[in-house]
């Protein structure tokens, strides 16, 4: 004879179960960036999640807010310092305006290639740099990737600096930039990225400036004729998450987020790497006219009233050093 219906019995093996495996906590992360579903951002940002979900057994997770769905970069990073978003994949372009020490890596022609980029900000110059987020309610996980900046418009090719003079351009909202691009003789006009698309097709600029993964991923094609290979600046990104997150966390769970960045940033990199590789025939194919062999002297030249300013600003032998590196 049972004392206990099926029903109970099922019950309390339910209870028991609990008990032997009782469930975790879990948190979801929101993560935000910019930049279209597939695009170098947004793979960096899905290895993040998927590393830091292996790294803590289900723990944390976190959720990837692509195309901008949490606001321009200047938003999401004021989201994150002031507690409504976790973690952003960021361009520097606004950062030195949270942390004025970011500045000088914007600087115009300071990086020659994606080898002395990578160098030097996985070196010390860049891994004291990143320590500087946390007296601005910050906390930088790593230096990721956006790339070489090229410029794109309507109007004609850009071979030397004096086919810039006189473009107007959208710029990012960093003033580093804008005193740069000046000296090329361009109007800079400085506004987010959820605005460039429509302000390219509406003609309220005449071009922008972006490194190809992002005009790939944006399809700038669709909006401008000229592509030329300027690479006028390196624009390098982060990933950028906050001391609330990071304060709470034991020590095996804190290296679990820095490797979740470490991979985030290769998937990131190796992506730009493919989208250099490719996707200037791809933007030719889809009817761009590309001009690749720029005067990149002119350019250069340009600079030179901007660069005082910048000695002054940032240091000569702070810019030195960063050339400096082999
Ligand atoms: O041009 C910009 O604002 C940035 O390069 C972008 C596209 C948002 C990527 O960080």
């Not at 948190?27 to 960036?33: D, R």
């Not at 390098?236 to 990071?246: D, E, G, H, Y």
């Not at 989208?275 to 194919?285: K, M, S, T």
Request: charged content about 20%; overall charge positive.
């Amino acid at each position: 004879k049972t004392f206990l219906s099926k029903k109970w019995v099922a019950a309390l093996a339910a209870t028991a179960a609990f008990a032997a495996f009782p469930t975790q906590a879990q948190t979801v992360l929101k993560m935000g960036h910019v930049l279209a579903k597939g695009s170098h951002y947004d793979v960096g940002a899905n290895v993040f999640c998927d590393t830091l979900d292996k790294n803590t057994q289900g723990r944390y997770k976190c959720q990837v807010y692509p195309a901008s769905a949490l606001g321009g970069e200047r938003e999401e990073i004021e989201a994150v310092q002031i507690g409504t978003q976790d973690l952003v994949i960021t361009s520097t372009g606004p950062v030195g305006n949270f942390v004025p020490e970011m500045k000088i890596v914007d600087v115009p022609f300071l990086f020659r290639d994606y080898d002395h980029a990578r160098k030097v900000l996985d070196g010390k110059i860049g891994q004291d740099m990143l320590a500087k987020f946390s007296n601005h309610g910050l906390v930088a996980l790593a230096w990721s990737e956006n790339g070489f900046r090229h410029m794109t418009n309507n109007k004609r090719p850009i071979v030397s600096a004096s086919d810039a003079s006189g473009l107007k351009m959208r710029t990012m909202e960093n003033k580093v930039h804008m005193e740069g691009y000046r000296s090329f003789g361009i109007q800079p006009t400085p506004m987010a990225f959820p605005e460039v698309f429509g302000a390219l097709q509406q003609g309220v600029v005449d071009g922008q400036e972006n490194p190809i993964p992002v005009i790939l991923a944006s399809k700038f094609s669709q909006v401008q004729k000229h592509l030329s290979l300027t690479g006028h600046v390196y624009s390098p990104a982060l990933i950028i998450t906050s001391p609330r997150i990071m304060n709470k966390l034991s020590d095996a769970d804190k290296k679990a987020f820095m490797d979740a960045a470490t991979k985030s940033v290769a998937a990131t990199r190796k992506k730009v790497n493919d989208d250099e590789a490719n996707g200037i025939a791809q933007l030719e194919r889809e009817g761009m006219q590309v001009v690749k062999k720029v005067n990149s002297t002119s350019f250069s030249d340009a600079l030179k009233g901007p660069y005082a300013n910048y000695a002054k600003e940032f240091g000569a032998d702070k810019l030195a050093a960063i050339q400096a590196v082999k």
